[in-house]
């Protein structure tokens, strides 16, 4: 956890939209910048499936953070503007209350008795946090990836609470291609004997199927064409194979896809990861409009949105980004819609901070 | 195995590509239609890395072929008019030598003491095959997938040996896309404890790693475009849904990917997977111009040329297909080069085929 940390008590008992109820829960999140007078400055970032609400660093801790570029005094999202809060999502592992947190009538861990958790959940939680900040309109809710879908959930549920909306590289439902990916990514983890039906400890930790699942998430997070330029045909050098496996990594590519996977395994909580994968194969914006992905969206209330999608992106394609930027322009909103050719596939909004800065910045400017 | 498999046994011993050689080694494979007076009238297909010999029906087996739409009598590939050959790749698990065929010198199977498998060594055995059979000269030489990549390696190894070639959706070197994911595909294998450094048994058969490798396959030899009009989020009944795991089966797509692994984990034997997994990534026709993939392409002898691509293949990118079929051309072959627009991504030769058997009986016509 950062030194910036915040928590946020929910309400309790928090009802979940599946059933269940949280007891005693809490939300971790991070600030930049100043609420001004009239609260009308805010804006919230949802994230991803695994970063914390670490999004920059700040007065409290100055390691950098997942959206270091794009955050901070003169940057694209400006904090001597804006009041800047990245809410770290409900069922993950990074401060927030989720399957690996206490649960408080058992005091064990919740692992798999934590409730069912929807993308709307964490959407509503954050909709708790802003409240409690006192705040009751944003100027901005901004929503990447699997945030992208929990910010579509605040909306639609949380009329009036949003004036302007910046989505990105997100779905307003999840696709096969998305849902067998992540489908595989559990399973993964599941069939490893470690996992032991979420009963794991750090001695006895589901290492191999973390690191499956986190190197076919890397691969999907990518682009073929990145890869190329990148990475083309390039060898480890003898020094480098530590191993004289004959099936071990050779090419520069299984030495970066092993890279990702060593930082990543112990770092995020196995049964939290399944929460929040699942949670996104359920998410379908159609729901609230008996099953009308564009009828819904319509129904979604905000004055402006910028909605940015990336040509290479694989796992959530920029026909689904179009679709988001007609669906709320049918709504009424004055919608700039913003395709990016960044190579970089999914991961663009992290790395391509030029094409996203850019975009980002000139819509802010605008509100 | 079919009750139409043929045998031809190797020159003995066979020398491999990178180092060693095989004793007493032997090739699967099937023939259809009559080889003419003139030996002229010979096709032969190279596979992709799971199929046996058997590509479609004929007078010792009436089960229906995995290109059983493409080849017969009448079809796009007539075998009133031509003789066809199908070869089962050295290495593979069905009728051809590989690694769970037994070594003589040992009596056991081979396991991972089979010699380093590469694709030019499956062309080599199939050029053998050809001359074996008192054939000078192709007709065509067709190969899809690893097969296209094989075909290039026999291609490039025996200037003069075919007189037109159909390529199908392969590469001209392993780029790093496709090696991550085949990689990924090696590891859930071997990370399997059933796997045992390959001294696997029926009892103890790492049926989870080649579940995982099946599922990641089907997910890169299909299209998300197809599976959106094919799968949407159609779930599951729940009649269907055999358990109460809450992680487990709930979509179709989920369900889909289920049955595929399920048809192929016992019938495809891991080591041979590994081998010819290994051996596309290795495959790099650049290799025979110091790198140059253009200025190899360009030394391969063949008058004709198809190459056949597939916008929505995201394993062997239709860029590839184009990169072939410039280079063929650069080398003097009348090349036509047909990009579809099929949805099935990867595998769509194997199921478009009013796409692919228009475009491959048009070019046959020609000859």
Known sequence: MSNATLFFDLPSPFAMKRGGALVGARLAYETWGTLDATRGNAIFILTGLSPSAHAAKNADDASPGWWEE????????????????????????KGSTGPAS???????????????????????????????????????LVGNSMGGMS???????????????????TAP????????????????????????????????????GMSIA?????????????????????RLDSETRTDDDPFGVEFQVESYLAGHARRFVRSFDPNCYLYLSRASDWFDIGEYAHGDVDAALARID???????????????????????????????????????????GHDAFLVDIPRFGAAIAAFLATL
């Not at 470690?194 to 001695?203: L, S």
């Not at 986190?214 to 390039?234: D, H, P």
Request: overall charge negative.
């Open 214 to 234: 986190r190197k076919l998430g890397v691969i999907t997070y990518r682009s073929a064409m990145e890869w190329v330029g990148r990475f083309a045909r390039i």
């Open 302 to 344: 905000v004055e402006r949105a910028l909605v940015i999608g990336v040509s290479t992106d694989i796992l959530f394609p920029l026909s689904q980004q179009q679709h988001i930027a007609e669906g709320l322009a049918a709504g009424g909103a004055k919608v700039d819609f913003v395709p990016l050719d960044s190579p970089q």
């Open 102 to 140: 206490i649960d408080p009538a058992t005091g064990e861990a919740y692992r798999l008795t934590f409730p069912e958790l929807t993308l709307e959940d964490i959407g509503n939680t954050a909709h708790e946090l802003m409240r409690g900040l006192g705040i009751a309109r944003l100027a901005c």
């Open 70 to 93: 794009m955050l901070g005094p003169g940057k694209p999202i400006d904090t001597n503007r804006w009041f800047v809060v990245c809410v770290n999502s409900l069922g993950s592992c």
């Open 173 to 208: 439902q999840a696709q096969p291609f998305a849902i067998a990916i992540r489908s595989l990514q559990r399973e993964a983890i599941r069939l490893d004997p470690n996992w032991n039906n979420g009963a794991y400890d750090d001695e006895k930790y589901p290492e191999t």
């Open 151 to 169: 910010a579509l959930g605040w909306l639609i549920h949380h009329p009036g609470s949003v004036r302007a909306h910046i989505s990105i590289s």
